[in-house]
């Protein structure tokens, strides 16, 4: 049972992680602070928080808990201003989609209290943002990967462990390297591929008219284009080495498909399409 959670960003991911500690009963207090004072001022109108804080510093003030819950871009700056408040007791963890960078930001502005850190990554979302879309059980049933260092202190990794455990959570533990090379391939290349689809379509004269006959695949296939623009301008720049290289196996990928369909082999092409086909029915 925790205190304090000082919130740092009240949006979709912070929002809601909010709700399910104080549903879970994991909190007595929940304090927050979001960039725009207005985003604040919703999150305690809706019950989201119990008060609002006017800086970062003053929502980690008496907190035992803190999440970070801003653009991976932000977090430096988010643990500048916040870093005299940091202790051993303290829990600081955070839901960015990358890790590496995340973890050297900590590294150069923590310093003696990085131990204090756990780096989360919670794989949930949706493709809208903002307080508004808060969900208590957006997190749970998902897996939320930690990439503790070897600075992390084993009491507040057991604690991280703990809270989203409690939250109905599946944790799972990786190196940020690791971490970073996975999400590469399986969440920043689909984003990547869903906004170029997008702007390649609707970059033709007759993008609009096309775009209004898609049917469920479309909708399927390009729901996360929709996605929160800041949020995955930062994502796709701090992993871009493993995102090109993963974008450079997609094109590659791409273009033997284009010689196939491009001499009419229909027997390789289909063997290919079944390769796929099978891999994503097994897909857990
Ligand atoms: N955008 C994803 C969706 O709508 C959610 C998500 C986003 C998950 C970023 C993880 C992440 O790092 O399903």
């Known amino acids: 049972m925790f205190e304090q959670l000082g919130l740092i960003g009240c949006g979709l991911m912070g929002g809601s992680f909010a709700l399910a500690l104080k549903r879970a009963g994991l909190v007595k207090r929940i304090v927050g602070y979001s960039k725009s004072p207005s985003t604040t001022e919703r999150a305690r109108q809706m019950g989201v928080i119990d008060v609002e804080a006017p800086s970062a510093l003053l929502a980690v003030s008496g907190a035992d808990i803190v999440l970070l ?4 871009s932000a977090t430096e700056a988010t643990f500048k201003a916040i870093r005299h408040l940091v202790g051993p007791n303290t829990l600081v963890m955070d839901v960015g989609s990358t890790k590496r960078d995340v973890v050297d930001a900590a590294r150069r502005v923590l310093r003696d209290s990085v ?20 969900d208590v059980d957006l997190y749970t049933g998902k897996q939320v990967i930690l990439t503790p260092i070897e600075r992390t202190l084993t009491a507040q990794l057991q604690k991280a462990s703990d809270v989203w455990t409690a939250l109905g959570c599946h944790v799972i533990k990786m190196s940020p390297q690791a971490h970073d090379a996975a999400y590469a391939a399986v969440s920043h290349l689909p984003h990547l591929i869903a906004f170029a689809l997008i702007n390649g379509i609707m970059g033709q004269d007759h993008g609009k008219d096309y775009m209004s006959l898609a049917g469920p695949g479309f909708r399927d296939f390009t729901r996360i284009a929709a996605s929160d623009p800041q949020m995955w301008r930062d994502i796709l720049i701090a992993n871009r080495e493993e995102l090109l290289a993963q974008s450079k196996i997609f094109q590659q990928t791409l273009q033997s498909l284009e010689q196939l369909i491009s001499s009419g082999s229909g027997d390789v092409l289909e063997v290919l399409i079944e390769q796929a086909s099978e891999s994503r029915a097994h897909w857990r």
């Not at 819950?69 to 991976?72: D, G, L, N, Q, R």
């Not at 949706?126 to 879309?133: A, M, Q, R, T």
Request: glycine share 12%.
């Open 115 to 134: 131990g204090s850190f756990v780096p989360c990554h919670p794989i949930t979302g949706k493709e809208v943002s903002g307080v508004e879309h808060a």
């Open 69 to 72: 819950a801003v653009p991976v």
